[in-house]
């Protein structure tokens, strides 16, 4: 399976490379915070993904996070302004990949995990980012 029309997907795609330093340590700090209610989602996550054939899936969701989170070029005008460094965005970028691929995953199987599950997964997404 390869990754279809996913508008929650697609959106965080699509934000990742508007986040800064401190957006990404933020996310980072979030998702440090061991929750044992999101390792018991990433074990249902294994099974509903072995049981729907979905590996294809998760893999190219894993490839998509790691190439934004080791891409060096790929510094806004007002990030270089601040004077931050190729390397200290992509550290962030590792720093903050976890938790982008724990939305991330949340986001491609949907209801095919419980809500509660899916909230678990997406908490230090939605913590990091709350207004």
Excluded: C, K, Y
């Amino acid at each position: 399976m390869t990754i279809g029309r996913n508008a929650e997907l697609d959106a965080l795609f699509d934000r990742l490379p508007r986040l800064d330093r401190g957006d990404l340590l933020a996310l980072a700090a979030e998702h440090a915070e061991g929750d044992p209610e999101r390792e018991a989602a990433w074990e249902t996550v294994r099974e509903v993904v072995s049981a729907n054939h979905l590996e294809p899936g998760l893999d190219e969701v894993r490839v998509r996070v790691g190439t934004w989170a080791t891409h060096l070029s790929a510094l806004t005008v007002q990030q270089l302004g601040a004077g931050l460094s190729d390397q200290l965005l992509a550290e962030a970028r590792r720093e903050a990949a976890p938790a982008v691929l724990d939305a991330a995953v949340a986001f491609l199987l949907g209801a095919m995990i419980a809500e509660g599950q899916r909230a678990a997964l997406l908490r230090p997404w939605e913590s990091a980012f709350a207004e």
